[in-house]
């Protein structure tokens, strides 16, 4: 069964850093992109970086540019958002997917697998 897992969410004060992995056992790591998303209460879900896994191709929000750095390391299967300047607005539910092929994309009716999510908090 594929089940992408999230971890490394917390709480963490405004300009502090955090850093989420995905670790997305169960299917071939090269053959699909995987994308993280954020949900905030009352908000829709959003994509906020993805990876092409096969060709290594980058994606990262405008809202998160310069402070988020998504990246990979498929002998462990494993993708990584790196955060750092966090800001309150930043708190969400962070999921991570797998998607049908290997490219990013940053449509969420790309991606086939879900993970369950880690809370992500930014308050001082």
């Known amino acids: 069964e594929v089940q992408p897992v999230e971890s490394g969410g917390g709480l963490v004060q405004p300009g502090g850093s955090l850093r989420l992995s995905c670790v997305a056992s169960?299917?071939?790591?090269?053959?699909?992109?995987i994308g993280w998303f954020r949900q905030a209460p009352g908000k829709e879900r959003e994509s906020v970086s993805c990876i092409g896994t096969k060709n290594g191709d980058t994606y990262v929000a405008d809202s998160v540019k310069g402070r988020f750095t998504v990246s990979s390391d498929n002998a462990k299967n494993t993708v990584y958002l790196e955060m750092n300047s966090l800001k309150p607005e930043d708190t969400a539910v962070y999921y991570c997917?797998?998607?049908?092929?290997?490219?990013?994309?940053?449509?969420?009716?790309?991606?086939?697998?879900w993970g369950q999510g880690t809370q992500v908090t930014v308050s001082s």
């Open positions: 997917a797998a998607s049908r092929g290997s490219f990013a994309s940053t449509r969420i009716d790309s991606y086939i697998y």
């Open positions: 169960g299917l071939t790591f090269d053959d699909h992109a």
